[in-house]
């Protein structure tokens, strides 16, 4: 019995979006995420759950980030690669980025979520 190719594509989109639930299989690496947002995030962005406001009042908390509906790997692949007002651009590379967003995603339901 083979797949479809198509049929194929469509599950590997599906399990892309629905993301896996082991961080142990994500692209990336949350504690190296970590330390490089320590390096190049932390003097604007609250990047740990327990900072609750950010250096930069302007600058979402990353658990808040993480919280947010809709904020995926993608979502934020394309935060991090556009321009956004008050937030210089990087020069990440993309494991960089990938560790980054790892970590970001890594602090869902850190228990900053109302009603968690
Ligand atoms: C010099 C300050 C500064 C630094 C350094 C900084 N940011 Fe930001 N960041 C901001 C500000 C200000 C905003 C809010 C921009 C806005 O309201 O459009 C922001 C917004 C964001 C957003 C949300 C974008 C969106 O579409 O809602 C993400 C994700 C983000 N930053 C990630 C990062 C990451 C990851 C790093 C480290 C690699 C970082 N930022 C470093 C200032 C900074």
């Known amino acids: 019995m083979t797949m479809k190719p198509s049929t194929l594509l469509t599950t590997l989109l599906l399990a892309a979006a629905i993301g896996p639930p082991l961080q142990a299989q994500q692209a990336g690496d949350p504690r190296q995420g970590l330390s490089l947002a320590r390096h190049v995030c932390y003097e604007c ?19 808040q980030l993480a919280a947010t509906p809709g904020m995926t790997a993608a979502a934020l692949t394309v935060a ?26 890594s602090l869902r339901g850190s228990g900053t979520t109302p009603g968690r």
């Open 80 to 105: 991090l690669t556009t321009p956004h007002v008050g937030m210089p651009m990087f020069r990440l590379s993309s494991d960089q980025r990938e560790d980054i967003i790892a970590y970001i995603l």
């Open 45 to 63: 962005h609250a990047i740990q759950p327990q900072q609750l406001i950010s250096p930069n009042p302007r600058a979402p908390t990353f658990p």
